[in-house]
């Protein structure tokens, strides 16, 4: 598994989610999931959708998009990393991978792929941008940004229609 070829905890959870409808190009584009958190406090200003990633709220992503880009902030109940991924089926294979987290107080995001064995690499395109990230001792909180077509085959589209997207384990 991805995780643990990085030094990482293993498995994945993952996650499909239906067909949205409503504004604009991509709000179809992705299901995902936002946590407001006493201690870590969000700066979801401005985001339009949002959803829980797992049963309890320890997981979640809130996202914006413009015709050309998208903005994802998630937050979870962990600390050392965040792992999020886009999936053409849900399962890990060719997975679009992004890896973060706060380490010694600076923030780091990394974009990494999955081939058709599972096996994980670094992306030499790295298509996503981070804008900020900050942790405290129960929850780190990543935003991060992508182009919605980057050309990079590396990468995952993210289309209007049914987006399936993965996360780490015990989310």
């Known amino acids: 598994m991805w995780p643990q070829r ?6 994945l959870l993952p996650v499909t989610f239906p067909n949205m409808r409503g504004k604009g ?7 995902l999931a936002t946590l407001l958190c ?11 959708h949002s959803a829980a990633l797992d049963g309890g709220g320890r997981y979640v992503v809130k996202w914006k998009f413009n015709e050309t880009s998208i903005t994802f902030e ?23 991978l992004v890896i973060g987290g706060v380490a010694n107080g600076i923030p780091y995001l990394h974009d990494y792929f999955a081939d ?4 994980v690499h670094k992306d030499p395109v790295q298509s996503y941008k981070l804008l900020y990230g900050k942790e405290n001792h129960t929850h780190t909180v990543l935003g991060f940004s992508r182009d919605l077509q980057t050309c990079d085959p590396k990468d995952i589209a993210i289309t209007v229609g049914e987006n399936h997207c993965i996360t780490p384990p015990n989310t």
Not at 38 to 48: A, N
Not at 81 to 92: E, H, K, T, V
Request: net charge positive; aromatic share 6%.
């Open 6 to 11: 990085l030094g990482l905890p293993s498995g």
């Open 25 to 31: 190009l991509l709000s179809a584009a992705l299901l």
């Open 38 to 48: 006493s201690v870590v406090r969000s700066r979801g200003h401005g985001f339009q």
């Open 74 to 96: 998630v937050e979870g109940e962990t600390r050392g990393y965040i792992g999020f991924g886009l999936s053409p089926n849900g399962a890990m294979a060719s997975a679009d």
């Open 116 to 119: 058709s064995s599972r096996g």
